[in-house]
């Protein structure tokens, strides 16, 4: 695991409050954004002054198989509380599929077991 990269872009000394707005992103500024078009003084002013700093919410920044995957609150709320990228589930189950690891599971013998012998199916969706 590598350590979350260190920003420069807040140097007062002082009180530090970390507020987690979930469902909040800084996205394109037009009229299907809810929080551009909303009133929000306090927000547009810490902004301004840049008493913020923004971090990626989805994919492989919080540990999921790709870029086109999205975040929850989960996985980012593990990836602050941890202060690293935390391999999720679905990273872990690409990996394993990927390099034939699960293939030579515990797990996997038990699943397919039954199918193999012809005792019971397998549906994998």
């Known amino acids: 695991m590598k350590p979350l990269t260190r920003t420069n872009r807040i140097t007062r000394r002082g009180p530090l409050v970390l507020v987690i707005m979930d469902g909040m992103g800084i996205g394109r500024e037009t009229e299907g954004n809810a929080f551009y078009l909303a ?3 306090v927000l547009d002013r810490l902004m301004r ?13 919080v540990g999921l198989p790709s870029d086109e995957d999205m975040g929850n609150s989960e996985v980012g709320h593990n990836a602050l509380g941890a ?9 872990l189950v690409s990996r394993a599929i990927k390099s034939g690891a699960i293939f030579s599971s515990a797990a996997w013998k038990q699943l397919t ?3 193999s012998s012809g005792t019971s199916s397998l549906h994998l969706i």
């Open 49 to 61: 002054d840049r008493m913020y700093t923004t971090l990626r919410a989805h994919g492989i920044a």
């Open 113 to 115: 077991e039954g199918p």
């Open 39 to 41: 009133r929000t003084p």
């Open 83 to 91: 202060g690293r990228i935390i391999e999720q589930g679905a990273r």
